[in-house]
């Protein structure tokens, strides 16, 4: 499975749409890329999820780069809420061997 | 209310002492998860499983035992407890049938092994 690369912390203003990178230049054509964040040490949480087109959901949009090696988590008007590490994996459709989650962004939204 | 439901929340045991962490998903889920995760590590996978009877090593499984009898349980084990597994757990659910399902994930269980 192709391994991702994201800056270990961003800020973000209150009300601000929040851009939060991800490089994945090694990944395959049948792999998806997929976003999560985790809330202190709560579970993960899912966020949106894609292949080749843009997503949005009422979460997030999700732009993935026409060559696919990089995408864009967008959360349109960050909350303090949206404080959170903000993890992109990207895995093969139905595999088993699900990834091992990276380091992730510390995503800090500031008043 | 779709949920992955791990228990203890919190668990502390003294080296050697067998304990099992219960996970239960009922969102009639194919795959279930174990990972940990420890600081500036990430989490890792234990243990995977994709249906019943089907289980499969992850990326640190030493020290872990896992059993999947039952679609909606997947029992984490560890035989002989060391501190090395003083760690936050999570267990996690998906569908394989639907395709590109995202992966739920439980509340987490925090170890502390003395």
């Known amino acids: 499975d192709a391994k991702t690369t994201q800056p270990p912390s961003m800020d973000c203003a209150e009300g601000r749409a929040a851009n939060l990178p991800c490089n994945h230049s090694t990944i395959s054509g049948n792999e998806y890329v997929y976003w999560y964040r985790q809330i202190h040490s709560q579970g993960p949480q899912y966020i949106i999820h894609?292949?080749?087109n843009n997503e949005t959901n009422e979460m997030a949009s999700l732009i993935i780069t026409e060559d696919r090696k990089s995408s864009t988590l967008i959360l349109p008007h960050a909350t303090l809420r949206d404080t959170a590490v903000y993890y992109c994996?990207?895995?093969?459709?139905?595999?088993?061997?699900?990834?091992?989650f990276g380091g992730g962004t510390r995503l800090m939204v500031k008043p | 209310e779709a949920q992955v439901t791990q228990n203890p929340r919190y668990l502390i045991t003294v080296t050697g002492k067998k304990l099992t962490v219960t996970c239960s998903q009922n969102m009639n889920h194919e795959y279930m998860s174990w990972y940990r995760q420890d600081p500036g590590l990430g989490l890792r996978q234990i243990y995977y499983s994709m249906n019943v009877e089907v289980t499969d090593k992850g990326d640190v499984p030493e020290g872990y035992k896992v059993s999947r009898k039952e679609k909606r349980n997947f029992p984490l084990i560890l035989e002989s407890p060391s501190p090395n597994q003083t760690s936050l757990y999570f267990c996690?659910?998906?569908?394989?049938?639907?395709?590109?399902?995202?992966?739920?994930f439980g509340n987490g269980t925090r170890l502390t092994v003395t």
């Open positions: 894609g292949l080749k």
């Open positions: 994996i990207v895995r093969v459709r139905n595999a088993g061997n699900m990834l091992t």
């Open positions: 996690a659910s998906s569908s394989l049938i639907t395709g590109n399902s995202p992966l739920h």
